[in-house]
């Protein structure tokens, strides 16, 4: 596992994934491409590398500032680049074949109010993957995207609790009719690193309770 945060900081989180498994720690940010190689470098094997770093930043188009777009860029898309093409050069170094997945959105392809710059770096994430995938197909590596919705977690959680227009769309805007759970988007991704998801490469499995169906409606 690679965080930006310190191994003390980031205790908690290790801990919960050594109940299932090994758990070895790098801090590293995805941003700093030299500390994304000498993480992954010490890996071995690296058969999946995953790249899920991601920040938002609610600000409607006109007030968006140009740090604001860069570091959704930096974060989200470059951050994908630099752990991705890390995982892949050392896959074919090794001659090893492998798995890279990058977290995308729904978001990608529909855009959602106030949040521009995460629309459009998710949308680079999809293209960066389906480009991977097409290049890197000839070593053996294959490259998806998990596109989760809503999910009552992260990112997600504390924007439907603190900001209250961002709340009164979600509520209404997912067909199946509630928000998604972090095991719902964990049991998706174990399936798009699993033998059974061999023959997908280049592929975006929406997670996303249907959200993404249009059912833009808010209540009065």
């Known amino acids: 596992m690679i ?91 090794r001659d090893q074949p492998g798995l890279v997945l990058f977290t995308g959105s729904w978001v990608a392809e529909i ?28 070593h053996r590596i294959r490259v998806n995207v998990i596109a989760p919705g809503i999910v009552f977690a992260g990112m997600a959680r504390h924007q439907y609790e603190t900001d209250p227009a961002y709340a009164r769309r979600a509520s209404v805007v997912v067909p199946l009719g509630e928000l998604g759970t972090p095991e719902q988007v964990a049991q998706a991704t174990a399936f798009l690193c699993s033998p059974e998801a061999s023959y997908m490469t280049g592929s975006v499995l929406l997670v996303d309770g249907g959200v993404s169906l249009f059912q833009f409606e808010e209540r009065a």
């Open 111 to 138: 855009p959602w109010p106030e949040i521009a710059a995460y629309c459009v770096s998710k949308a680079g994430v999809r293209m960066l993957a389906r480009s991977m995938a097409r290049e890197l197909a000839v």
């Open 3 to 93: 965080d930006r945060l310190s191994e003390s900081e980031a205790g908690p989180r290790i801990e919960a994934v050594a109940t299932v498994g090994n758990c070895t720690y790098r801090q590293a940010d995805v941003t700093d491409r030299a500390a994304v190689d000498e993480a992954l470098a010490g890996v071995e094997p690296l058969d999946v590398a995953i790249s899920n770093a991601g920040i938002v930043e609610s600000a409607p188009l006109l007030e968006v500032t140009g740090d604001q777009w860069r570091a959704h860029l930096d974060v989200n898309l470059t951050g994908c680049f630099n752990v991705g093409q890390a995982a892949a050069r050392l896959m074919v170094a």
